[in-house]
């Protein structure tokens, strides 16, 4: 075979002459770029398209060609197999300053696509008719990326996210979410800029922060279109305003639903640790003929500030746990969807198995329902063959893959915001393997592990410490009825007394001050005057 390929020359300019030239035989001359950086998505796009751009090459003496410029593509033709290279073949005479020169050229002012610029072209392949599987395949790219790309290329301020701060598509796409709350826009910038493997959970607290909001405001609406007046929260130490629960009508019967909006009647909502609560109260009780519970005898002393700390990082961390399950989940979707198992899948499913990890039993007698939801399969269903041995049956080799899935599932059921309190050892097993898997624990999940986060993270505001504009006051700072610190998450909120101003009980009726936690929904609200 000859040392060059010459198939249709295509135009001649001052000596210089277009060929096609073998990959395989011809030389590449010295070059002034020592890495050449062969990548797989580069040689996967001249495997597709072929060599596009032609090469710089000069003849030699001994009759073969030298390539002096597009070494990169001469490696990756080879690689993959797509031998045929178009080459521009300067006249022999070359000097080497002139190559020198050349390469330098060549290889300086040779600039890239801007990401913009890469999403606007996958926008129009899209316009054109092609899919976003078809595209990625085209160009090299994942199909997610491309799908994300295009998602950008339709969203102004994504893109713009993209253009100035360099961000991912992904995350672009997440600060464009929060396009009407530039401080929300700017803490997630800076997450991706310093911390970006804590971006996708700081996006989704910021979200369900958000949906709370959302929640407390509708909330508000509804009862101010029905009349009903808003309070703050009241004090602990405040007399002349006490929930349904401390009071009485005048017969002895107990306040409840046909006393909302009667007299004296007001409301307030509040972000406590287990959601929101809507309270019901009466303002100057003893004017509209009410009477006062007896107390308890328990004195209900003001908090500490170490309660009240305490009180709001409990709060604090449940939502975040709420919002990293939510990223753990989505994740372990993907992570069950790979194509191979990790290697050490079978110990962990024979551990989970032997030791009876999280909630093994109960999936056994649920027939896994959880498992299948993480694999993407139907929910199984008595008396019908169970889509999880179906699955083994159509892929063997995704048997190890499915009794992880039945483990992990085990283990993610037995989750909950107990976990970070009260960490157990299943629960430490099974945060220590998602993390070796290369998941990324949150902050409220590492401390499943024993790693607190840093004093900076623990003070991150919630929606309580700012009011979101709803006039809902900070839990633990004096409110009444509150249950204590120390207390489980299940503990009463009626359970501490009304105290007077020296935290003394009241001496008067001596009433009980417990909150009106009101499970009346305020759609269902009639008002009814007392």
Not at 286 to 305: E, Q
Not at 323 to 351: G, H, M, N
Not at 363 to 374: G, K, N, T
Not at 433 to 457: H, K, Q
């Amino acid at each position: 075979m000859s040392d060059t390929i010459t198939t249709q020359p295509e135009a001649s300019a001052a000596g210089v002459r277009l060929q096609f030239v073998d990959a395989r035989e011809v030389m590449i001359d010295q070059n002034v770029r020592t890495n050449t950086k062969i990548t797989k998505p580069f040689v996967n796009s001249i495997k597709r398209h072929g060599v596009i751009v032609p090469v710089l090459a000069h003849p030699a003496e001994d009759g073969r060609v030298y390539v002096e410029d597009g070494q990169r593509r001469i490696l990756a033709a080879i690689d993959a197999e797509r031998y045929e290279v178009p080459a521009f073949v300067i006249p022999e005479g070359d000097t080497e300053t002139a190559r020198i020169v050349r390469q330098l050229i060549a290889n300086e002012h040779r600039a890239e696509l801007d990401e913009v610029e890469r999403v606007a072209a996958w926008k129009q392949l899209e316009l054109d008719g092609m899919n976003v599987v078809a595209i990625a395949r085209t160009v090299g790219e994942t199909p997610k990326r491309v799908k994300a790309g295009i998602a950008v290329a339709g969203n102004k301020t994504a893109a713009k996210e993209v253009a100035k701060y360099e961000a991912t598509f992904d995350q672009a796409l997440a600060i464009a979410e929060f396009e009407d709350d530039p401080n929300a826009a700017e803490r997630l910038r800076q997450t991706a800029r310093s911390n970006p493997e804590q971006f996708e959970h700081t996006a989704q607290r910021l979200r369900d922060q958000r949906a709370d909001r959302q929640v407390i405001e509708e909330l508000i609406a509804t009862y101010t279109e029905r009349g009903y007046q808003r309070i703050d929260w009241p004090r602990y130490d405040d007399k002349d305003t006490l929930p349904f629960s401390a009071l009485t009508l005048a017969d002895g019967i107990e306040l409840g639903e046909g006393y909302v909006g009667g007299n004296g009647y007001r409301y307030a909502v509040r972000d406590a640790w287990n959601g929101f609560e809507v309270g019901h109260f009466v303002t100057d009780w003893k004017k509209w003929g009410l009477k006062k519970r007896k107390a308890n005898g328990t004195p209900n002393m003001p908090w500490t500030d170490e309660q009240k700390a305490e009180r709001r990082m409990l709060i604090a961390n449940n939502k975040a746990w709420e919002s990293a399950e939510k990223v753990r989940r989505e994740w372990l979707v993907a992570f069950l969807s790979r194509k191979r198992a990790p290697k050490d899948a079978l110990t962990f499913v024979a551990d989970a198995v032997i030791e009876n990890r999280g909630s093994l039993g109960s999936a056994l007698s649920d027939r896994h329902r959880f498992a299948a939801e993480l694999l993407g399969l139907p929910k199984p269903e008595w008396g019908g063959r169970n889509p999880l041995t179906a699955h083994i049956t159509s892929q063997p080799a995704r048997t190890t893959t499915v009794l992880l899935a039945v483990a992990i599932a085990a283990c993610e059921a037995a989750t909950s915001k107990q976990t970070w309190r009260y960490p157990t050892g299943d629960a430490v097993a099974y945060f220590t393997a998602l993390r070796e898997w290369g998941y990324t624990l949150s902050d409220v999940e590492n401390i499943v592990l024993g790693i607190e986060p840093d004093t900076d993270e623990q003070a991150e505001p919630t929606p309580q410490d700012t009011d979101v504009d709803t006039g809902v006051g900070s839990v633990g700072e004096d409110a009444e009825g509150v249950p204590d610190p120390a207390e489980s998450e299940d503990a009463s909120p009626e359970s501490e007394p009304d105290t007077d101003h020296e935290g003394e009980p009241d001496d008067e009726d001596g009433a009980e001050s417990a909150v009106e936690t009101s499970a009346i929904d305020a759609d269902e609200v009639e008002v009814t005057v007392g």
